[in-house]
């Protein structure tokens, strides 16, 4: 409430936009509502999604969806990232929660539920139906057998390296034959840099996200390791292993070679998609969204594909573990048109009415293995390379969520104090060459997170929770192949 109470004043003006519905998709006729004799409902819309945004395609398909539905009015908000954490927090304090909510990753189930925010879908509409029976996972997008959310997007998700084709060609490159390991990302690093002026072999963005990124190298390495640093297999954070720390020193040795950009170190996530689109360096890392972003918000990037992330040696392969299921929308437990609000819901989880266009028109992957399988659906060929991507290297990881004990746990974690230092902060003073022993700061970090858990296990306990770490330990984990829950 401490937290809440700090961030009312200054969201006000965002709440305000909020309920006055702001960006609102809502048409002022009534005509139709007033022929079919329904009385007129307004459902309100938050979303951190840009799919949601003013003329992006959600937003669109709301559009549609009230032309047929003239009785219900949709007001869209959107928000981004903290903003939208922000608003949410202060509009939950003030009891003025919207009808449905589509969250930062930063607001999980547990915490939903517990705060008795929002209501189980199935008691509404048909939502098991509507979707493949495994991308319902309980601790994910169920809690007691009850439905909450459903996938956006197709559950296999991941990263890619993103390289420019045509820089290629003109460094001499095969556009056909991007980098496969840390060797060649180098040496064709260096020849973009030399023979193409004013671009650099690499860009990153070390601000927001040096830590998921050294990772990603990290993990071909030791693909028991989630994106976060803890070993399923070991079921222990990891982050000192020698695995890590290879990573780290190939980044260091590709700023140590000058093909890095040098405006990594400051780099936010959309000032790095701001630099790759303006083709100032030829490879990057970026997630399965970048298609749609580049097409829709980078206006159209052209000369470019999708490649595999580089491992240390031929032959490896990064293979990315992920729950094999995801969220999207819910329904607030205080909205007082939950059948007017299901039927929007309903809309936005048609397969024919919105994923099909989803796949088509945004480029963006469907909960859907049948419309991911149809080549006619395909208007993008990166999509359809990113797809095949995403078929062979993703797996699914264990699945600690479906244990009360562990779920508790994990969620107490994320309560308790963070170490002072995390591994962005270390990678970055790596890199700057402020912090000359990062790697006894590793193992600091790496202790301090265990403990932390440790802390967070003892407290479930305290809770009545039947929990330990074997409980989140998987020896039998190999993060090569779906782990059989």
């Known amino acids: 409430m401490k937290r809440q109470s700090k961030i009312f ?58 032309k047929k539905h003239p009785n219900i009015k949709v007001e869209v908000t959107y928000a981004h990232g903290k903003n939208w954490d922000d ?9 003025e929660l919207p009808d449905i909510i589509q969250p930062t990753g930063n607001f999980l189930i547990g915490d939903l539920v517990q705060n008795d925010w929002v209501q189980p879908l199935d008691d509404h509409f048909d939502i098991k139906d509507r979707f493949p029976k495994e991308v319902f996972v309980e601790g994910v997008n169920m809690l007691d057998g009850k439905i909450y959310s459903y996938p956006r997007i197709s559950p296999k998700s991941g990263s890619f390296m993103l390289y420019h084709t045509d820089l290629m060609e003109e460094a001499g490159l095969d556009p056909a034959s991007p980098p496969k390991n840390w060797d060649e990302l180098l040496e064709m690093g260096k020849q973009v840099k030399e023979k193409v002026d004013g671009v650099y072999g690499f860009a990153i963005p070390l601000k927001d996200s040096a830590a998921a990124h050294t990772l990603l190298l990290a993990r071909s390495l030791q693909p028991t ?69 580049n097409q829709h918000e980078l206006g159209g990037v052209e000369d470019y594909n999708v490649a595999e992330i580089p491992v240390q040696k031929e032959g490896e392969r990064l293979y990315q573990g992920v729950v094999p299921g995801t969220y999207d929308a819910y329904l607030t437990k205080s ?37 991911i399988q149809d080549e006619s659906n395909y208007s993008s060929e990166q999509l359809k ?27 107490i974690e994320k309560t308790l104090p963070p170490p002072r230092l995390q591994l962005n902060d270390i990678i970055i003073g790596a890199y700057i060459g402020e912090m000359k022993d990062w790697k006894k700061e590793l193992t600091k970090l790496n202790d301090a997170l265990n403990t932390r858990l440790d802390e967070a296990i003892k407290k479930a306990e305290e809770k009545g929770q039947n929990v330990s770490r074997d409980d989140l330990t998987f020896p039998d984990f190999d993060g090569k192949s779906n782990y059989n829950q």
């Open 87 to 95: 608003t949410f927090l202060a509009l939950a304090s003030s009891n």
């Open 385 to 411: 390379t990113m797809a095949q991507i995403l078929e062979d290297t993703v797996v699914n990881r264990p699945v600690y969520e479906s244990n009360p004990g562990a779920f508790e746990a994990k969620k």
């Open 335 to 371: 909205t007082k048109h939950p059948k007017e609000a299901a039927e929007l819901l309903k809309w936005l989880t048609s397969k024919e009415d919105y994923y099909v266009g989803q796949m088509k028109e945004d480029f963006l992957l469907p909960p859907h293995p049948d419309l």
């Open 225 to 293: 390791m989630d994106g976060e640093g803890f070993d399923f297999q070991k079921g222990r954070y990891d982050l000192d292993s020698e695995n890590v720390v290879k990573a780290i020193e190939f980044l260091l040795k590709m700023k140590e070679a000058g093909i890095v950009h040098p405006n990594s170190p400051t780099l936010g996530l959309l000032d790095y998609q701001g630099l790759y689109a303006n083709k100032q360096a030829a490879f990057g890392f970026n997630a399965q969204w970048i298609v749609r972003v």
């Open 9 to 66: 004043g200054v969201v006000m003006i965002l709440i305000m936009l909020v309920l006055a519905g702001c960006q609102s998709g809502s048409s002022s006729t009534k005509t139709g509502s007033e022929k079919s004799g329904e009385k007129e409902v307004t459902i309100k819309l938050f979303s951190a999604h840009g799919q949601l945004r003013n003329g992006q395609y959600g937003y669109e398909r709301v559009q549609e969806f009230m």
